[in-house]
């Protein structure tokens, strides 16, 4: 049992960089709502030198496309996972598999979060196959060269990303 008491078995937390949130991270969290009473969006305060958007914006535009489910809640989070979760008492870690080639590190880290927390459940979702392309790393290639992310991103996100190119 975790130092904060039983977890709370309806909230689930979706860990992520989210920069910037796509389609198919929308698909999954939807999916999970479906699941779980209650979805945390966790947002790493990460390390990455030259994000699009540091974690508070990215947090903010992650409400913004959720202001309308009140089950869904975005914070962000640094340090480990598990320690966040426990804090939160959280029961379940969902990630989303896209391809094969998400397993080996999807499955080393589930793995390593169990051994950390053996309470903590990964669960893995697939998105629509129409998302299983679909990458924030991309989206932010595509944007920088000029392509259209429309349809990839939600508009608030594109709306973000528009005037972060302004700027
Ligand atoms: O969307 P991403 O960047 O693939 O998400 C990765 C994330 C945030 C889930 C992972 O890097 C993470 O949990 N980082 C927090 C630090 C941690 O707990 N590391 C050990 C994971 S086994």
Redesign the pocket.
Known sequence: MSPAGPPNGRLAIF?????PLTNGHVDIVLRSTQLFERVLI?V?V?QDKQPLFNATERATIIREVFREYPNVEVDT????????ARQRRASA?V?GLRAVSDFE?EF??????RH?EPTLETVFMMPAEQYTYLS?RLIKEVFRLGGEVRGLVPPVVEDWMRKKQKT
């Open positions: 860990p992520g960089s989210f920069d966790a790493l990460n989070f640094e340090g480990l996972l598990v320690d966040y870690i990630r590190y080393q880290m589930a793995l390593m979060n950390l924030s």
